[in-house]
């Protein structure tokens, strides 16, 4: 059985890691069609392809009640593309609105609620779709919550001691009040949920 792809959450892109890894060039990018297909005889369900999909959008079924239950998961996946295409920490920004610059800083974190600035090198953005999505992270935080991405200056890290990218900082009427330091994937979101709370949980 051909291996199968979860469009849902499949961006469709020609740069897919399955269609590089396919030693049978079953997976591959239809120009004309312009998206992913796989050549169902070509395909030898070798499997290298399903692992190299970060949020498992390729699936691989080697009999027929495996294929079954693929495409029963992939109908019954709640999530769509839009779902990925958020914000995230630690990843390229999507949303502009999002940006700050260096002189913005002071005006933006003397918010009397939350303000959480991430501080993130660019060129060492992380995966997109492994990496928490920003309404995740504070949709349970009882306060409003506002969050910006800066590229910090020298002169902003040394100000705030920011010897890590990417890290958090967690302002309230311009105080810091704590820095979350280093990346944390999906897999990590309570602990981060956690370590953001522990800064804010004693407020006023
Ligand atoms: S299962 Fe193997 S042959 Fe089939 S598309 Fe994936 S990598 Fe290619």
Same mark, same amino acid.
């Given at each position: 059985? $051909? #291996?199968?792809?979860?469009?849902?959450?499949?961006?469709?892109?020609?740069?897919?890691?399955?269609?590089?890894?396919?030693?049978?060039?079953?997976?591959?990018?239809?120009?004309?069609?312009?998206?992913?297909?796989?050549?169902?005889?070509?395909?030898?369900?070798? =499997? %290298?392809?399903?692992?190299?999909?970060? @949020?498992?959008?390729?699936?691989?079924?080697?009999?027929?009640?495996?294929?079954?239950?693929?495409?029963?998961?992939? #109908?019954?996946? $709640?999530?769509?593309?839009?779902?990925?295409?958020?914000?995230?920490?630690?990843?390229?920004? @999507?949303?502009?609105?999002?940006?700050?610059?260096?002189?913005?800083?002071?005006?933006?974190?003397?918010?009397?609620?939350?303000? %959480?600035?991430?501080?993130?090198?660019?060129?060492? #953005?992380?995966?997109?779709?492994?990496?928490?999505?920003?309404?995740?992270?504070?949709?349970?935080?009882?306060?409003?919550?506002?969050?910006?991405?800066?590229? $910090?200056?020298?002169?902003?890290? @040394?100000?705030?001691?920011?010897?890590?990218?990417?890290?958090?900082? @967690?302002?309230?009427? =311009?105080?810091? %009040? =704590?820095?979350?330091?280093?990346?944390?994937?999906?897999?990590?979101?309570?602990?981060?949920?956690?370590?953001?709370?522990?800064?804010?949980?004693? %407020?006023?």
């Amino acid at each position: 059985m $051909p #291996a199968i792809i979860n469009f849902k959450i499949c961006d469709n892109a020609k740069e897919c890691s399955g269609i590089a890894i396919c030693p049978t060039k079953a997976m591959h990018y239809d120009e004309e069609k312009q998206t992913i297909v796989i050549d169902k005889d070509k395909c030898t369900s070798c =499997g %290298l392809c399903r692992p190299e999909c970060p @949020i498992g959008a390729i699936q691989v079924g080697r009999t027929d009640e495996e294929y079954q239950q693929c495409q029963k998961e992939i #109908a019954e996946d $709640p999530r769509t593309i839009k779902d990925l295409f958020v914000d995230r920490y630690g990843a390229s920004p @999507i949303f502009e609105f999002f940006m700050i610059n260096n002189d913005q800083l002071d005006e933006k974190i003397q918010n009397e609620n939350i303000t %959480l600035i991430e501080v993130y090198n660019p060129i060492e #953005a992380q995966c997109l779709l492994k990496s928490i999505p920003i309404k995740d992270l504070t949709d349970e935080m009882e306060r409003d919550v506002q969050y910006y991405k800066l590229v $910090p200056s020298d002169d902003v890290k @040394i100000k705030y001691a920011i010897n890590e990218l990417p890290s958090l900082l @967690i302002f309230r009427a =311009g105080d810091l %009040l =704590g820095m979350i330091k280093g990346y944390y994937n999906i897999e990590q979101i309570d602990e981060m949920k956690s370590l953001v709370k522990g800064f804010t949980k004693n %407020l006023s």
